[in-house]
């Protein structure tokens, strides 16, 4: 293991709130921590529950998922349905032994640049606490070996 | 307990408030009025005897006639036009209280202010005092000779009455020839240090027109006629007021109201004051409290400041006070200027014989002093002085109350030892040698 | 039943038509008009009317014969030849197919993204460095609190990209020449000192410039550069240099900003430029400014930090403001407790400023901000206090936003201060107020916000002067309500706040509206100054070997500052499928796109990555590159380095480098999972349908009809007008029946727009382009498609169950009363006394809403009376006067002319009573607290407007209604004519109460939006859709979860094999992806995001063997 845990978290963000945020803390150079990569999707309700625990069962320390906040989705209500799943994704996670506090669902508009900054931060903050996701030791492994 | 309904919509009857609408320009816009009670939230007489301006225009509109022509607070209402510098509609409640004291029977309205009309009508002096025209001068020429004999640097000193083609005609309140004569000694010395070319006159001097608060046109006309006409005898170029405020606006607006033809130009005494200060004719120094860190507040006249000049006078005052005290000594009260509130005594007020109430009005000022922290509070209009003196000493403050030239004459150095009625113990020597 | 035309049955009866008409207006002939001047009667009646008059009956059989007939109206058109020559003639000749919007605000935006979207060439001229105008200001919007950025800056986004629109920024009109259909407009560009195309908007210029000026974006709360952009968003996202305040231009010395800049973008050199543009027609839409209240000294703006206006508050409020979001008050940078709104300032004032209107937003706005910045409450009484005379929440959905802010605690204080004074150590603030009850209190705030009003500035003044159009004594444009975006000099249109003070609701709605008049008179030149671009035919490639070109931007040193270019170039040699790598210093620049159009063919690359800042601003820029180039624009893919990597990682320049490592893999192996994606098009019946045959629907039809597209009008009724034949005259006095009759006789008479009476929607099946209906109409079926439809379906008054209606015929309701007035016209001589009972039936549990209309209506009616008969006592009971905007001076006149008007409070309603046959009203006046009891003549009870409950009509054409019943838009504030489901406008009261100017504006707007999909024979859809894969095994689960019903359920196959699957109508699904996320078994996917595409990106992103196979 590396002297200092830099977790590798996994970022969906919605095209039209989060990821324009992004961008916006990027313009106002609002400063966070480099550990999230991030995906583009159209929704945060496009996100498929599986593709949260494959992200987290291929090995990443945390996954979040950034979109409108709710009532200012830009399909009327994928946001609300994403949040809906939120409870499935945290018990499957838990039943293959992975914190539920990996996973997280924030809302952040485009001109939240400087909360944008502050989520990332805080979620990276926690992934610390938590250290590496346990899966990743077995993971890596496997990759040696292959 | 339910108050019995108003009956509305069944018989029309001629309002009260409708004639007077016919006598206003744009009928005062009375019927413009949305209630929304800007006026009375910064009333002084707001809630005494359970009115305020606007259920005091709200029953007028409802035909409440009976209850608003009877009702005491047309004399509490100080028709200081607070209400009016910000209402939205610019509606002139003052101009409706005017009307409602001129619809009492004249026997009825309060004795205070009748008697000091009544009485101005008397002698041509105008004096609500009846200060005749003997008496006037006897006090002037004898003050002045004192002056003259006992003061260093002005025995040269004049206080003429009639001197024809004088530029400055000078009023005066009947309270000083007849109580306090020693208070004209600092004004005329500041009009001799400044080199100014005035006149008293035997006529029409006195600073008062209680006619005008008593809702008696006729007489405020016969008054204000009476003055103008001394004026322009005399071929004076401008009418001075003294440190008096409803004189300065009962003039004023006489003048046009009645539509008396004149001659002259019209200033308050505290133009003169700044621009003489200015033009380094009044050698004003506040060096002599520059230790002593007295601390000074205005009340800044509803006649003299909203009603009239507004802030450019108030900033013209300011300057001279803080020329005079030391402008760190200085500290204004909230709200202050042409926003400020009424000392709760103008408009008759003083004289209409309701001192509870008038003390429930003036509350909001004493507050406002105390709440500068000042040793004085510097009144330049005779209403004012008395009503913050009266109120000190009863709700048992700390501060003095004291007219603008007391302090001049101080701030020179020429205040003479029995000039000093209203200084208190702090300053009762200062600049004495 | 039998159909028959007045002259062809006096035809063959050998009867003069007059005759026929009697016979039907006596009611001897009972026929029903249908369309077309058509009428219907049944064989029966003609059968007896015939014997009566001696007729032969064999003569009936001449008729034609309509029962049961089914037709297709829909080619049924009247040659429309002459009539266009008509029409011609009153349209500018050879007119020129370009427009000139004035003022690049939400409006001016707006009404050009309209215009260019449906073929006209749109020159946006704005004042500043940005477009947007005051909303980028604003924090949120009401009443939904959306982000305000977030809804106006894709518009933006889109206007400066739009090919067809020509953003002149630090522009303004001096001059303007010519007449409608042919203006020429002189315009003086003023100097950006930034060349706009070498301008990469890093941001080096302002932080090297020493100079500090007062931002007024931040309303002067904070300071900015002389070197700046507007915000942080702006668009065009370009820099500029403030040469009033620029050191260089003032004092010749310093030009930091050149020496830094790492493009040599600075120019000072550059110089204000005259340009003339050629026009047809002209939209002015130049905003207004808000009231300054430094000259209230009562109020004590200037003196007291912590009195601040509402636009300064919003700052305060905005995440891109000052504080970030995290509001403090300016005096000591504390987060306030207790904040005051002082309601109309500077509005509905004679007295310190001649605005004698209300300012129609600021109530709301005040409620707005009460709620949003109440997360900072702790939870103190009067903790968020407005200071309010009549709370103003007169559009949708607000009364229910201002219940809502009561209901958390938000006090509202019927009391007006006279002053704001100083507290205590220069923080915060006194408030003395008093009660309605004549109570007074003196309350410590930590914070007073000013609600000040809007006025037209002399700047904008000089625009009126300039265009030479008539304005009103407030300088806002004037118009009248039969065309209310029309000016006084044709071909220059007036919209937004230009035209009096509204919401960003109505002044979207004007700003359609002003398009839609556009378009009409510059029909003839309808795509003639528009380009299209042609891009060359898109190579063949096996796309599914991948050879990708990846391009790395330096963006001078934004980028290789931080993150190690030549490291990340090397890596992105060894990932798969990559045959060539090139670091640009800028990938952007118009000579990097010629570069790479060269690469793709020398290399034979068939995917590119871009390694630079973000898709959101440049995904477009490249996809044009690529399609110049002959590949599929679908084949890139950009990995975001600069704004979500270097420039928010400057201190971590290794861990930066490895995220842009994993970046450009992820980056790469998507890309190499992408595939060609085509936009799809579908052929488009450019007819539409209105259902409803009010003021609104006649209007949209007129407009739509006035644009050449062929319109169903179709009417409930036997006649056209719907609540307009009940009503007398306008809020501006206009008189209504004229107007009426205008739109009947235009509407009757056009040849493009068939009317169908006594009609009803059968049927709907279709999307967007493509609509089926059937509609009954006087017993025949007609079959109609077409592209689009308005609703228009009106709303009516409700019938009060109170106040004795009913049970004395004195009570009437408003338009009864107002028929009372028409037949009795000594009505106002012979009463002694009338009484108006406002909001019968609305703002209450019931009925949640505010009516709107109603105030105006009595005062309007009140006026009448009262100018007709001074003696006459009238009173107005009501709960708020809500005479918003320009309707103000309706109020002001009423009080003038001695009406009485007097509050009653829902718990303290008025009751109304008899004794003999004298009929009172007995209330409370709250503020002589006196018990009244009113005699009265007539009681008229303004009762509540009730949306049309078109069960029928809503269950068929699904769209959503809010709680009340009205239809509800599919965004109260910037689609606020679209409904949810593609190709649905709506208009008028069905939509919420409105005025007949408002219906009629709201009308136009939609048949503006409208034609946007009708002007194009075909339409084109987006690439990115959902699409079924063989997975699907037809469960259905994602059915219910499309927002836009854009998956149906179908069985397929034969008997043997039969079974259900589902189908995406492209036409519908928007590609949002929720119904992915639903299925579980892939059977459903979206292009450009695919399971297997995200996944990649998941794999890439954590370096696992997959990623790297």
């Given at each position: 293991m590396p002297d200092k845990f830099e977790p590798k978290i996994i970022g969906f963000l919605c095209n039209w709130c989060a990821y324009a945020g992004g961008d916006v803390a990027g313009v106002i150079r609002a400063q966070y921590p480099p550990n999230m990569r991030p995906i583009r999707v159209m929704c945060s309700g496009m996100v498929h529950p599986d593709l949260v625990v494959e992200a987290l069962k291929m090995g990443a320390d945390g996954v979040i998922i950034m979109g409108c906040h709710i009532g200012q989705c830009h399909y009327q209500d994928g946001n609300s349905k994403a949040m809906a799943r939120v409870e499935v994704v945290r018990v499957v996670l838990e039943d293959m032994g992975i914190e539920p506090e990996r996973f997280a669902i924030v809302w952040v508009s485009s001109a939240e640049g400087k909360r944008f900054a502050k989520v990332i931060t805080d979620f990276t903050d926690q992934i610390k606490t938590l250290g590496p996701n346990p899966l990743r030791k077995d993971f890596e492994l496997n990759f040696k070996r292959v | 307990m339910q108050k019995e309904p108003v009956t509305l919509g069944k018989d029309k009857k001629s309002l009260f408030k409708d004639k007077v609408m016919e006598l206003l320009p744009n009928g005062g816009n009375l019927n413009a009025c949305f209630t929304c009670g800007a006026c009375s939230s910064g009333c002084p007489s707001v809630g005494i005897d359970g009115m305020d301006p606007r259920k005091f225009l709200r029953m007028a509109a409802l035909g409440m006639d009976d209850e608003i022509l009877k009702s005491n607070w047309a004399w509490f209402c100080t028709m200081c036009q607070r209400c009016m510098y910000v209402c939205p509609m610019q509606i002139d409640i003052p101009q409706l209280i005017y009307h409602v004291r001129k619809n009492w029977p004249r026997e009825n309205r309060p004795k205070g202010i009748r008697g000091s009309c009544d009485m101005a009508l008397k002698h041509d002096t105008c004096s609500s005092m009846g200060v005749s025209i003997d008496d006037w001068k006897f006090v002037v020429e004898d003050l002045a000779d004192e002056i003259r004999q006992k003061d260093k640097g002005f025995e040269e000193l004049q206080a003429p009455i009639d001197k024809g083609g004088a530029y400055?005609?000078?009023?005066?309140?009947?309270?000083?020839?007849?109580?306090?004569?020693?208070?004209?000694?600092?004004?005329?010395?500041?009009?001799?240090?400044?080199?100014?070319?005035?006149?008293?006159?035997?006529?029409?001097?006195?600073?008062?027109?209680?006619?005008?608060?008593?809702?008696?046109?006729?007489?405020?006309?016969?008054?204000?006629?009476?003055k103008a006409k001394a004026v322009d005898d005399l071929g004076c170029k401008v009418w001075v007021n003294t440190e008096c405020g409803h004189e300065l606006y009962a003039f004023r607006v006489g003048l046009k109201k009645f539509n008396i033809p004149h001659k002259f130009e019209i200033k308050s005494i505290i133009h003169l004051y700044a621009r003489w200060i200015r033009e380094g004719k009044l050698k004003v120094s506040s060096e002599w409290n520059k230790n002593l860190k007295i601390r000074f507040t205005v009340q800044d006249p509803c006649q003299i400041i909203r009603k009239s000049y507004g802030d450019p006078l108030a900033m013209d005052l300011r300057f001279v006070i803080k020329s005079v005290v030391g402008e760190e000594n200085f500290i204004d009260m909230y709200p202050n200027k042409s926003n400020n509130y009424c000392c709760g005594g103008g408009s008759g007020f003083l004289q209409a014989g309701f001192p509870d109430s008038r003390r429930k009005a003036g509350k909001i000022k004493f507050d406002q002093i105390i709440a500068t922290g000042a040793d004085y509070c510097i009144t330049p209009c005779h209403n004012c002085h008395s009503q913050i003196t009266d109120l000190c000493e009863n709700f048992r403050g700390h501060y003095n109350t004291v007219y603008l030239w007391t302090l001049i004459c101080l701030s020179m150095g020429v205040l003479g030892q029995n000039e000093r009625a209203y200084l208190g113990q702090d300053l009762i020597t200062v600049g004495l040698s | 039943m039998i159909e028959f035309r007045v002259n062809k049955m006096a035809e063959l009866l050998d009867v003069h038509r007059n005759t026929i008409t009697n016979w039907i207006k006596s009611g001897k002939l009972k026929a029903a008009p249908s369309v077309a001047k058509r009428y219907i009667v049944s064989k029966e009646e003609l059968t007896e009317l015939f014997r009566e008059e001696g007729i032969p009956a064999e003569l009936i059989e001449k008729l034609k014969i309509a029962n049961g007939i089914k037709s297709n109206i829909s080619e049924n058109f009247k040659d429309i030849k002459e009539f266009v020559e008509i029409k011609k003639k009153t349209l500018p000749k050879k007119p020129i197919g370009s427009v000139m919007v004035v003022g690049g605000g939400i409006t001016g935006i707006q009404a050009g993204l309209d215009l260019a979207d449906s073929g006209y060439y749109v020159h946006?001229?704005?004042?500043?460095?940005?477009?947007?105008?005051?909303?980028?200001?604003?924090?949120?919007?009401?009443?939904?609190?959306?982000?305000?950025?977030?809804?106006?800056?894709?518009?933006?986004?889109?206007?400066?990209?739009?090919?067809?629109?020509?953003?002149?920024?630090?522009?303004?009109?001096?001059?303007?020449?010519?007449?409608?259909?042919?203006?020429?407009?002189?315009?003086?560009?003023?100097?950006?000192?930034?060349?706009?195309?070498?301008?990469?908007?890093?941001?080096?210029?302002?932080?090297?410039?020493?100079?500090?000026?007062?931002?007024?974006?931040?309303?002067?709360?904070?300071?900015?550069?002389?070197?700046?952009?507007?915000?942080?968003?702006?668009?065009?996202?370009?820099?500029?240099?403030?040469?009033?305040?620029?050191?260089?231009?003032?004092?010749?010395?310093?030009?930091?900003?050149?020496?830094?800049?790492?493009?040599?973008?600075?120019?000072?050199?550059?110089?204000?430029?005259?340009?003339?543009?050629?026009?047809?027609?002209?939209?002015?839409?130049?905003?207004?400014?808000?009231?300054?209240?430094?000259?209230?000294?009562?109020?004590?703006?200037?003196?007291?930090?912590?009195?601040?206006?509402?636009?300064?508050?919003?700052?305060?409020?905005?995440?891109?403001?000052?504080?970030?979001?995290?509001?403090?008050?300016?005096?000591?940078?504390?987060?306030?407790?207790?904040?005051?709104?002082?309601?109309?300032?500077?509005?509905?004032?004679?007295?310190?400023?001649?605005?004698?209107?209300?300012?129609?937003?600021?109530?709301?706005?005040?409620?707005?901000?009460?709620?949003?910045?109440?997360?900072?409450?702790?939870?103190?009484?009067?903790?968020?206090?407005?200071?309010?005379?009549?709370?103003?929440?007169?559009?949708?959905?607000?009364?229910?936003?201002?219940?809502?802010?009561?209901?958390?605690?938000?006090?509202?204080?019927?009391?007006?201060?006279?002053?704001?004074?100083?507290?205590?150590?220069?923080?915060?603030?006194?408030?003395?107020?008093?009660?309605?009850?004549?109570?007074?209190?003196?309350?410590?705030?930590?914070?007073?916000?000013?609600?000040?009003?809007?006025?037209?500035?002399?700047?904008?003044?000089?625009?009126?002067?300039?265009?030479?159009?008539?304005?009103?004594?407030?300088?806002?444009?004037?118009?009248?309500?039969?065309?209310?975006?029309?000016?006084?000099?044709?071909?220059?249109?007036?919209?937004?706040?230009?035209?009096?003070?509204?919401?960003?609701p109505k002044s979207v709605i004007d700003a359609s509206a002003a398009a839609c008049e556009v378009a009409k008179i510059l029909i003839e030149a309808k795509d003639t100054k528009t380009h299209e671009k042609i891009y060359p035919e898109e190579l063949v490639a096996d796309h599914a070997e991948p050879r990708t070109g990846v391009f790395i931007c330096s963006c001078g040193i934004n980028i290789a500052d931080v993150i190690d270019v030549s490291e990340l170039s090397d890596y992105a040699k060894k990932l798969p499928g990559v045959v060539y790598v090139?670091?640009?210093?800028?990938?952007?620049?118009?000579?990097?796109?010629?570069?790479?159009?060269?690469?793709?063919?020398?290399?034979?690359l068939n995917r590119i990555v871009v390694a630079a800042c973000s898709p959101l601003t440049h995904e477009i820029l490249f996809q044009e590159t690529l399609k110049e180039a002959g590949i599929n624009p679908y084949l890139i893919e950009m990995a975001n380095i600069r704004n979500q990597n270097a420039w928010v990682h400057q201190n971590?320049?290794?861990?930066?480098?490895?995220?842009?490592?994993?970046?450009?893999?992820?980056?790469?192996?998507?890309?190499?999972?992408?595939?060609?994606?085509?936009?799809?098009?579908?052929?488009?019946?450019?007819?539409?349908?209105?259902?409803?045959?009010?003021?609104?629907?006649?209007?949209?039809?007129?407009?739509?009809?006035?644009?050449?597209?062929?319109?169903?009008?179709?009417?409930?009724?036997?006649?056209?007008?719907?609540?307009?034949?009940?009503?007398?005259?306008?809020?501006?006095?206009?008189?209504?029946?004229?107007?009426?009759?205008?739109?009947i006789e235009n509407v009757e008479n056009h040849p493009?727009?068939?009317?169908?009476?006594?009609?009803?929607?059968?049927?709907?099946?279709?999307?967007?382009?493509?609509?089926?209906?059937?509609?009954?109409?006087?017993?025949?079926?007609?079959?109609?498609?077409?592209?689009?439809?308005?609703?228009?379906?009106?709303?009516?008054?409700?019938?009060?169950?109170?106040?004795?209606?009913?049970?004395?015929?004195?009570?009437?309701?408003?338009?009864?009363?107002?028929?009372?007035?028409?037949?009795?016209?000594?009505?106002?001589?012979?009463?002694?006394?009338?009484?108006?009972?406002?909001?019968?039936?609305?703002?209450?549990?019931?009925?949640?809403?505010?009516?709107?209309?109603?105030?105006?209506?009595?005062?309007?009616?009140?006026?009448?009376?009262k100018e007709a008969n001074p003696l006459l006592d009238i009173f107005i009971l009501h709960r708020d006067i809500r005479t918003f905007g320009l309707q103000e001076e309706l109020y002001k006149k009423a009080r003038d002319l001695g009406i009485i008007f007097i509050r009653y409070y829902l718990k303290n309603k008025p009751t109304v009573k008899r004794e003999g046959n004298e009929l009172y009203v007995n209330i409370f006046d709250p503020i002589s607290q006196q018990p009244l009891r009113i005699y009265t003549d007539y009681i008229v009870l303004a009762t509540a407007i009730e949306p049309d409950q078109n069960e029928e009509l809503s269950q068929l054409l699904k769209y959503y209604v809010n709680s009340e019943g009205f239809i509800n838009e599919a965004h109260p504030n910037l689609a606020p004519v679209e409904l949810a489901v593609e190709g649905f406008f709506v208009a008028g009261m069905c939509n919420y109460p409105k005025l007949i100017d408002e219906s009629i504006l709201q009308a136009k707007a939609a048949a503006s939006r409208a034609s946007l999909i009708l002007s194009k024979k075909d339409m084109q859809l987006d690439a990115i859709k959902s699409f079924v894969t063989e997975k699907c095994d037809g469960c259905a689960l994602c059915v219910d979860v499309c927002p836009f019903k854009a998956i149906k359920f179908e069985e397929i196959g034969d008997n043997r094999d039969k079974h259900k699957i589902i189908t995406v109508d492209n036409a519908l699904c928007k590609g949002c992806g929720l119904c992915v996320a639903t299925c579980p078994k892939g059977g459903i996917e979206v292009h450009g995001f695919t399971l297997e595409q995200l996944k990649s990106q998941v794999h890439a992103a954590l370096n696992t063997t997959e990623a790297l196979n």
């Open positions: - | 400055f005609f000078l009023n005066q309140n009947s309270k000083e020839p007849v109580l306090e004569p020693n208070e004209m000694a600092p004004l005329w010395k500041i009009l001799h240090l400044a080199g100014a070319d005035w006149t008293y006159a035997s006529k029409g001097w006195a600073a008062e027109n209680y006619c005008m608060f008593l809702g008696d046109d006729e007489n405020w006309e016969k008054i204000v006629r009476i | 946006i001229v704005e004042k500043s460095s940005a477009v947007g105008g005051v909303m980028p200001k604003i924090d949120k919007t009401f009443p939904t609190d959306d982000c305000a950025m977030c809804i106006v800056s894709p518009k933006l986004v889109k206007c400066v990209r739009h090919f067809n629109i020509n953003l002149l920024t630090l522009s303004e009109v001096v001059g303007v020449s010519g007449d409608v259909g042919n203006f020429t407009v002189k315009i003086k560009k003023n100097p950006r000192y930034i060349d706009i195309n070498k301008c990469i908007s890093c941001g080096i210029c302002s932080q090297k410039c020493p100079k500090k000026v007062d931002d007024e974006f931040n309303e002067g709360l904070s300071r900015r550069k002389a070197a700046y952009i507007k915000f942080p968003q702006a668009v065009p996202l370009k820099y500029s240099i403030d040469g009033a305040n620029c050191i260089y231009l003032t004092r010749n010395k310093c030009r930091a900003c050149e020496k830094f800049c790492p493009t040599g973008a600075i120019n000072f050199d550059e110089q204000e430029e005259i340009l003339n543009y050629n026009v047809g027609a002209i939209i002015l839409a130049p905003g207004l400014t808000t009231y300054d209240p430094s000259g209230l000294d009562f109020y004590n703006y200037k003196n007291m930090p912590d009195v601040v206006t509402n636009l300064e508050f919003e700052r305060l409020l905005s995440a891109s403001g000052p504080c970030f979001g995290h509001l403090k008050r300016p005096s000591d940078n504390k987060e306030p407790g207790k904040i005051a709104w002082i309601q109309c300032v500077g509005s509905r004032n004679i007295n310190r400023c001649d605005n004698g209107y209300c300012s129609s937003v600021c109530c709301s706005v005040a409620i707005k901000q009460a709620i949003t910045s109440s997360h900072h409450c702790h939870g103190e009484n009067g903790c968020r206090t407005i200071f309010y005379n009549e709370i103003r929440a007169h559009g949708k959905e607000l009364e229910k936003y201002y219940e809502n802010a009561r209901d958390m605690g938000i006090r509202f204080l019927k009391a007006m201060p006279h002053s704001i004074e100083p507290a205590k150590d220069d923080s915060g603030a006194i408030i003395r107020y008093m009660t309605e009850d004549g109570s007074i209190f003196n309350e410590n705030f930590d914070m007073v916000v000013l609600s000040v009003g809007m006025e037209v500035s002399p700047e904008i003044r000089k625009i009126s002067d300039i265009f030479k159009i008539n304005v009103d004594k407030y300088g806002f444009a004037a118009t009248e309500s039969i065309n209310p975006v029309e000016s006084s000099r044709p071909g220059v249109f007036v919209a937004g706040t230009f035209t009096g003070p509204k919401a960003i090139e670091n640009n210093l800028f990938t952007c620049s118009a000579d990097t796109q010629a570069l790479i159009s060269g690469k793709i063919k020398e290399f034979n971590q320049p290794e861990l930066a480098t490895q995220k842009a490592k994993d970046q450009l893999c992820m980056a790469v192996t998507k890309v190499s999972k992408n595939y060609p994606l085509f936009t799809q098009s579908v052929p488009v019946h450019q007819k539409a349908l209105v259902i409803g045959g009010g003021i609104a629907g006649m209007s949209a039809a007129l407009s739509l009809a006035d644009q050449r597209y062929d319109t169903f009008l179709i009417e409930r009724d036997n006649r056209l007008g719907g609540n307009a034949w009940n009503l007398e005259r306008t809020n501006k006095g206009e008189a209504v029946r004229p107007i009426l009759e205008y739109f493009q727009i068939k009317v169908l009476k006594n009609a009803r929607l059968k049927s709907f099946a279709g999307s967007v382009g493509n609509f089926v209906s059937e509609v009954e109409s006087n017993g025949i079926v007609h079959t109609v498609d077409y592209g689009v439809c308005v609703i228009a379906t009106g709303a009516g008054e409700s019938i009060p169950d109170e106040y004795m209606f009913g049970e004395d015929r004195r009570v009437m309701t408003q338009l009864q009363f107002e028929r009372e007035m028409k037949l009795n016209p000594t009505l106002s001589y012979k009463a002694k006394s009338i009484v108006f009972i406002q909001c019968v039936g609305s703002r209450d549990s019931k009925r949640p809403y505010c009516s709107r209309v109603c105030c105006a209506h009595s005062i309007k009616n009140a006026i009448k009376l």
